[in-house]
């Protein structure tokens, strides 16, 4: 509802999809507009990413506080600033990362590494991207590099910065060959991270009709899997790092087949398998599984800067706010190419 005089300070209430229960469609609601406490920002949002994970807190494989404002791929303008807040200001072009601050006290927040935190703030402990308004721990908040747009930047908050932390926990090396399976939300971007850095690129897909695609990401050579993706990256020459966005734990398990001496697979999917390991193979080539989630700030600046260097280009589908419950559908389904992105500015 707008305030009759049509400013945005004296607004009351705004719109906002909340998701009130497991596996019920979300749903556009008047709420009252937050306000900003200590040490937080306001920020009227601009875009914000549909990610993956937000299927699986739909379906309550993760667990959130109900009701809740989804939408942890947000980036806005900052409108109001809470009290003590010092190195943000109203203006300022920023996104807001999962984790925004940790509890300050525990043995993870006094090496800075809030991800570790038990007790972290978060998009569920404030609220997420799909409204008018939400409210974000200004230590969350990373500032946008000039001439990085909305919708391309959204993504970057969790699907970029995913990716990113999944190279680069590999430790890649120069002349190493990367295999990508998955080529979906964060594949298409490890895929085009990885050309950046230079590597050769094979990227594995289970269906043909992503070749043209995975080739024109620039993509070296593609792998369509048959049967045993291990024994076909092997039969192509294998490779140094696998960047596995599979939520098939069979299909990981089976890629530790094709990873040269010293190879490095990276797992980040989310899923209840367990991943299979040979002891033999992976004793006499010294191969490491890895798991890989958001891992160090510095790659979320990162990625950032590749997005606005045009090094790295989300494929989007960009929709309205209050087509978000379709858009979930869309996903669940894995129709979506490569990445949804909520344009609030439509
Ligand atoms: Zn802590
Ligand atoms: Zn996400």
């Known amino acids: 509802?707008?305030?009759?005089?049509?400013?945005?300070?004296?607004?009351?209430?705004?719109?906002?999809?909340?998701?009130?229960?497991?596996?019920?469609?979300?749903?556009?609601?008047?709420?009252?507009?937050?306000?900003?406490?200590?040490?937080?920002?306001?920020?009227?949002?601009?875009?914000?990413?549909?990610?993956?994970?937000?299927?699986?807190?739909?379906n309550g494989e993760l667990p959130v506080p109900l009701p809740i404002v989804p939408g942890h791929e947000p980036v806005g303008v900052i409108d109001s600033l809470g009290p003590g807040v010092k190195s943000l200001r109203v203006g300022d072009r920023v996104g807001v990362s999962w984790f925004q601050a940790g509890c300050g006290r525990c043995q993870y927040c006094q090496r800075k590494q809030?991800?570790?935190?038990?007790?972290?703030?978060?998009?569920?402990?404030?609220?997420?991207?799909?409204?008018?308004?939400?409210i974000a721990e200004a230590e969350g908040c990373t500032l946008l590099p000039s001439g990085l747009a909305w919708e391309p930047a959204a993504p970057m908050?969790?699907?970029?910065?995913?990716?990113?932390?999944?190279f680069r926990i590999a430790r890649p090396r120069a002349g190493e060959r990367i295999a990508v399976i998955g080529i979906g939300g964060l594949g298409h971007l490890a895929l085009q991270i990885?050309?950046?850095?230079?590597?050769?690129?094979?990227?594995?897909?289970?269906?043909?009709n992503k070749e043209k695609d995975?080739?024109?990401?620039?993509?070296?050579?593609?792998?369509?899997v048959k049967d045993h993706v291990g024994q076909e990256l092997l039969e192509m020459g294998g490779a140094d790092i696998v960047l596995s966005f599979s939520p098939s734990m069979?299909?990981?398990?089976?890629?530790?087949?094709?990873?040269?001496?010293?190879?490095?697979?990276?797992?980040?999917?989310?899923?209840?398998?367990p991943i299979q390991i040979d002891p033999v193979p992976t004793l006499f080539k010294q191969?490491?599984?890895?798991?890989?989630?958001?891992?160090?700030?510095?790659?979320?600046?990162?990625?950032?800067?590749?997005?606005?260097?045009?090094?790295?280009?989300?494929?989007?589908?960009?929709?309205?706010?209050?087509?978000?419950?379709?858009?979930?559908?869309?996903?669940?389904?894995?129709?979506?190419?490569?990445?949804?992105?909520?344009?609030?500015?439509?």
């Open 287 to 346: 191969t490491s599984v890895i798991g890989s989630a958001q891992n160090d700030p510095a790659d979320l600046v990162d990625i950032l800067q590749l997005a606005a260097a045009g090094k790295v280009k989300p494929v989007l589908e960009t929709y309205r706010l209050d087509e978000i419950a379709s858009v979930m559908v869309r996903l669940a389904e894995g129709k979506v190419r490569h990445r949804a992105v909520i344009s609030h500015q439509a």
């Open 214 to 224: 995975a080739r024109d990401l620039g993509a070296d050579e593609v792998l369509v």
């Open 157 to 166: 908050f969790c699907g970029g910065f995913s990716a990113m932390s999944a």
């Open 1 to 58: 509802m707008m305030n009759p005089t049509g400013r945005d300070k004296e607004r009351t209430l705004m719109k906002a999809i909340l998701m009130t229960a497991v596996k019920e469609p979300f749903a556009a609601r008047e709420i009252p507009d937050p306000q900003p406490g200590p040490g937080q920002v306001r920020i009227r949002l601009r875009a914000t990413g549909v990610c993956g994970t937000d299927v699986h807190v739909w």
């Open 250 to 273: 069979k299909q990981n398990s089976q890629a530790l087949q094709g990873l040269r001496p010293d190879g490095r697979l990276v797992t980040t999917a989310v899923s209840a398998e």
């Open 114 to 134: 809030i991800k570790f935190c038990p007790e972290p703030r978060t998009w569920m402990t404030n609220g997420g991207g799909y409204a008018d308004y939400m």
């Open 194 to 208: 990885a050309k950046a850095w230079g590597h050769e690129v094979v990227a594995i897909t289970n269906s043909a």
